[in-house]
């Protein structure tokens, strides 16, 4: 089954400067990365994705970028605002051969912005 | 639209004792999904739904959990008996195949097994 790693599962980042989370995946077949935010004692909420015929989507502050060839994607957010501060999980999603989808996640990372 | 609809919000019960929590899914989404987040292993999909057919069980932990969607707007997921372990974050999920891919997530249900 598909395998996601994430890292770094910690980070802290000067208000203002940039952020940066690294996931890689195992199953090449895999098509579509979801990036998810979730804030404390709140539900995981989408905040970007990106599939696989494309190598980098924007929006706003946030972009991802995937390369297929190394199974890895990112996720950068740019001029962090405090409101950034939650936990960051990408996923990935695999189809089985009986047609199964499944979202895999990664173990999250943990983001404070420091005034 | 109301979004996915959980319920309890928060569920304390003792050992051996049944839990069952509720979704909503949002309407018109046809796939249903169950989760649970626990600190030490994360997000982890229980069981899926597509068009009220469980598709994939493989991450229900044990005969002791069960799950039912008897039509497309409620889905049950069931601890019978509920042991300490159990206690999590069981969050439902749902989407709309065929024109994206974007999962959303309900509230979640907090549950303390005592």
């Known amino acids: ?115 | 639209d109301a979004g996915v609809i959980q319920s309890p919000r928060h569920e304390v019960t003792e050992m051996g004792q049944e839990v069952t929590l509720r979704c909503k899914p949002i309407s018109g989404h046809n796939s249903l999904f169950w989760y649970r987040q626990t600190m030490m292993r994360g997000l982890e999909l229980l069981i899926y739904f597509n068009n009220n057919v469980p598709i994939d069980d493989s991450g229900m932990p044990e005969d002791r959990f069960s799950a039912k969607m008897p039509n497309a707007s409620f889905s049950t997921l069931k601890i019978q008996p509920s042991e300490p372990r159990d206690s999590a974050v069981y969050f439902c999920a749902s989407r709309r195949t065929g024109l994206g891919e974007t999962q959303y997530f309900g509230p979640g249900t907090r549950l303390l097994v005592l």
């Open chain 1, 1 to 115: 089954g598909e395998n996601v790693e994430q890292h770094p599962s910690t980070l802290s980042v000067q208000e203002g400067d940039s952020a940066v989370i690294k996931c890689t995946y195992s199953d090449s077949a895999s098509n579509y990365f979801p990036w998810y935010k979730q804030e404390l004692g709140k539900r995981p909420q989408l905040i970007i994705d990106i599939r696989s015929n494309v190598g980098e989507k924007k929006d706003q502050r946030i972009a991802v970028t995937l390369n297929k060839t190394a199974k890895h994607f990112s996720l950068h957010i740019t001029e962090t605002q405090p409101e950034d501060s939650a936990v960051y999980f990408c996923a990935a999603r695999s189809v089985s051969n009986f047609g199964n989808e499944k979202l895999t996640f990664g173990t999250g990372t943990r983001l404070t912005i420091i005034p």
